[in-house]
């Protein structure tokens, strides 16, 4: 069961499983029947309808029948994307989220800790708290002057 | 059917919904990419959260043909319950973003109170949304900010949409007879008791932004009754449009 939810990915950071993304609360086996929990990452994430038919058809795949529930509580936060998924994010092009103060800091520019994920420079800036998603900001980096995602600390 | 939670829930839900309509007119039509994005970010976090409400009130409702959709696309006027000053027109930047500056800072306080509902529907939705609604806090806080203490002509423009806005930020505290009965049950958020906060968080922000606070103590009332202003009307036909047209369309 795990190696078929790890095979599903998001579609909006194809690089990233669910799984280490943390949206996966919980799968059951029973009377023939998968009952997979899944957690919105954002309320309006439009992502969420397509990881739930996602998983449908990867277990389809294998032969079984799965049906999705969405849960609410507790509320998902970016400290259940595990390590893998941090070092994914980064691989692609988006910064892993800093802790909550840490955050703070840096969307409101008081602070240069959000590093490059082209050129590993701290010397960046905040361009839009709100990016191409509603879970990332845009920022750009002063040294090599590539623009980048950061993933909002939510928490 | 509970009746006074099926209303109460639609109150909160209402005020999300024709506020995030409100920021989609502005899709491809912000003053800059940034607050675009932003502008739709925020509106797509309130649809979000206005599905969670509505589902629930769907099944609360005890009307088996309610849906989230139905709700949010088959009310007539008068049924909408949501307060004035989320259905007052963009105007301009100025407009947009202190409209989203008054409801934010009581939104933020309304979602904190909810956390702690008996009702643990109400409760997980509330800690799910504070998280988003704390970001477009600090966003809409952050540009009153820099409209205020900017130029000469972005000062005049926001002092201009922080005193005609004003007369719409009483009714966010009014409590309907649902509203009533649920606070009675610990289900409904106490409103009256966020209001010193509230003022004084908008009023730290407009002292910093160099600007007045309004001391005008006209209010305007109505929505939280289903009696709205003009503008509804346009609000509604605009995103009804397609499902009165094609009635069950889906895409």
Known sequence: ?155 | MNKDLYNYIIGIADNSLILGQRLGELCGHGPSLETDIAGTNISLDLFGQVRSYFQYAAQVSGDENATEDTLAFLRIEREYKNVLLVEQPNTDFAYTIVRQFYFDAFHLLFLKALETSKDETLAAIAKKSIKEVSYHWRFSSDWVRRLGDGTEESHTRVLEAVNELWMYTDELFHQTEADKAMIAQGIGVETLALKETYYKMIGDVLEEATLPIPESKYWHKGGKQGIHTEHMGYILSDMQYMQRTYPNMEW
């Not at chain 1, 990867?58 to 070092?87: N, Y």
């Not at chain 1, 800091?105 to 420079?121: D, H, P, R, Y």
């Not at chain 1, 990332?136 to 909002?152: G, R």
């Open chain 1, 1 to 155: 069961m795990i190696s078929i939810l790890e095979g599903v990915s998001d579609p909006e950071i194809p690089v990233l499983s669910i799984m280490d993304m943390g949206v996966v609360r919980e799968a059951i086996e029973q009377d023939g029947i998968v009952r997979v929990k899944i957690t919105p990452t954002y309320s309006g994430c439009p992502a969420m309808d397509v990881i739930g038919d996602d998983i449908v058809s990867a277990f389809a795949k294998a032969g079984k029948t799965a049906k999705i529930q969405l849960v609410l509580a507790p509320a998902w936060t970016t400290d259940w994307i595990t390590p893998r998924g941090r070092e994914a994010l980064e691989k692609y092009g988006i910064a892993a989220p800093l802790s909550p103060e840490a955050d703070k800091e840096a969307l409101l520019g008081n602070k240069k800790i959000v590093k490059c994920t082209n050129c590993g420079s701290t010397e960046t800036h905040l361009v839009s708290q709100f990016g191409s998603t509603a879970c990332k900001a845009l920022f750009k980096c002063d040294t090599c002057q590539e623009p980048f995602d950061y993933f909002k600390c939510l928490k």
